[in-house]
């Protein structure tokens, strides 16, 4: 079992043919697998036995222990060594949300011969509720409240790919963030160098014929060619905030 997470691991990392196909595919089985334990919550949960039982105030100062307290103690001395700022290291220690694995582990207690099984069920519901209800309907305030900046990723329908059989060296895309360098100034400012080239800038679903003096926004999607030995950090120039 080692050998194969170990596997796995090395894969994510590999220029693997049609890699972000299989990314895509995965994501959305995940996705659905996600729906499938949130629909069999419903049908294996009473809320009326769940109101009459002490589980709910049990799951309930679990969950509050596990945000407030484990999780900092325990994810927190690790961020030390990351070049995170401080509102960055306590936004990650909120959203540690709990949702379909603790759901699908507890259903093993269901079938085993344990006693007090289905409290025990019961208690991880309330837990994996709490996370998701009031962590997860805060994670906005949070990160505003962290000046941890936030994007809406809108669905994407329609998009232009070209096959290849090797993974393009030196091909860039990003969104341009509000508040990034890039933002609201023209290509011909930017100064990239003789290096780094903006071939493609599509905004609100059209594409811009790029000129030095095109003025990029927030909100536009640009393609960089770029040679693939440049150390340039193009992700702070288009996507990090000021």
Not at 48 to 74: E, F, K, M, Q
Request: hydrophobic share 50%; aromatic share 8%.
């Amino acid at each position: 079992m080692r050998r194969l997470r170990i596997a796995g691991i090395l894969l994510g990392d590999a220029a693997a043919p049609f890699k972000a196909d299989v990314e895509r595919f995965h994501a959305s089985l995940a996705s659905l697998s996600e729906i499938i334990a949130f629909v069999a919550l419903g049908v294996t949960v009473s809320i009326s036995d769940l109101a009459s039982s002490n589980a709910w105030l049990i799951g309930l100062l679990i969950a509050v222990l596990l945000t407030l307290v484990v999780r900092p103690l325990a994810v927190g001395p690790f961020l030390w060594a990351t070049r995170l700022r401080t509102g960055e290291r306590l936004f990650v220690l909120w959203s540690g949300l709990k949702g379909a694995v603790p759901i699908l582990l507890g259903t093993y207690l269901i079938g085993s011969d344990a006693a007090r099984q289905y409290h025990a069920y019961e208690i991880i519901v309330v837990v994996v509720a709490f996370s998701v209800v009031v962590q997860g309907a805060l994670v906005p305030t949070v990160a505003a409240w962290l000046s941890v900046p936030m994007r809406a990723v809108e669905p994407r329908p329609w998009a232009l790919g070209v096959r290849l059989r090797d993974q393009p060296l030196g091909a860039c895309r990003y969104r341009i963030a509000a508040g990034a360098p890039a933002d609201g100034r023209s290509v011909r400012d930017l100064h990239l160098g003789q290096d780094i080239w903006i071939s493609l800038v599509v905004r609100k679903g059209r594409s811009l014929r790029v000129r030095g003096e095109t003025t990029l926004q927030s909100g536009d999607e640009v393609l960089l060619l770029t040679d693939p030995d440049t150390d340039h950090d193009l992700a702070a120039i288009f996507t990090t905030v000021r």
